[in-house]
């Protein structure tokens, strides 16, 4: 069955620094991996996705996620974080011929001053 | 564009009541779905559609019903409303190709359920 773990309930980062959200998942096919972001009281906003090539995926608002095979993960990091980063985010995964997207479970990050 | 649209934003339920919450996308998507997010859970899908006339069940279609007359619209109906339906529900969609289901999904803003 598919699954998506995201191994931490919230990150703490300051402003200027690097962050990394964490993600691992569990399939029995190739995936297809994706971050969303959700912003208070709004839906889900996509920033990336991962179907096949390069393992670095570039997204929205300077975020990018790396796909390792090996250690089934696909982090979601930013070089410097800002104020405004701050959201809840989700992992998720698709394998073809599933019409069903998994999601992880979130990752709430604060970004303080 | 306006994208994926979702009407009510809000609504407070009694129990026993019946409502639809209405979905409408205007990027000609194929594909549209119906989620649930409870707190601290991810997402849970409840229904889907791969077209105009087909519906299927998701993770958690009881209590929910749907209908696809037209690709834009997707309208979830609840017949009996429970406490236990209290959530926010999202719709999504996106257009997949020769079912390879690797598209992004779009979401509309949801719609936040109470139910008393």
């Known amino acids: 069955a598919q699954s998506v773990a995201q191994p931490e309930d919230q990150v703490n980062v300051a402003e200027g620094n690097p962050l990394t959200v964490k993600c691992t998942y569990s399939v029995s096919g190739n995936p297809y991996l994706f971050w969303y972001v959700q912003y208070p009281n709004r839906g889900l906003q996509f920033l990336l996705k991962?179907?096949?090539?390069?393992?670095l995926v570039k997204g929205s608002y300077g975020f990018e996620a790396e796909f390792n095979k090996s250690q089934t993960s696909f982090h979601l990091k930013k070089p410097s974080a800002l104020v405004s980063d701050s959201a809840l985010y989700f992992c998720?995964?698709?394998?073809?011929?599933?019409?069903?997207?998994?999601f992880g479970t979130g990752t709430r990050l604060l970004v303080s001053p | 564009n306006a994208g994926v649209t979702q009407t009510p934003k809000f609504r407070i339920l009694k129990i026993g009541q019946s409502m639809t919450l209405q979905c409408t996308q205007d990027m000609n998507h194929n594909y549209m779905y119906w989620y649930r997010q409870d707190p601290g859970m991810g997402l849970k899908l409840i229904y889907y559609s791969v077209g105009a006339g087909i519906t299927d069940k998701g993770e958690v279609p009881n209590g929910y019903n749907v209908s696809r007359s037209t690709t834009e619209d997707f309208p979830l109906r609840l017949e009996l409303a429970a406490p236990s339906q209290t959530s926010v529900y999202f719709c999504a969609s996106s257009r997949e190709i020769q079912g390879q289901t690797k598209e992004t999904q779009y979401f509309g803003p949801g719609t936040r359920l109470l139910v008393l």
């Open positions: 991962y179907i096949t090539g390069d393992n």
């Open positions: 998720a995964v698709r394998v073809t011929g599933f019409q069903k997207l998994v």
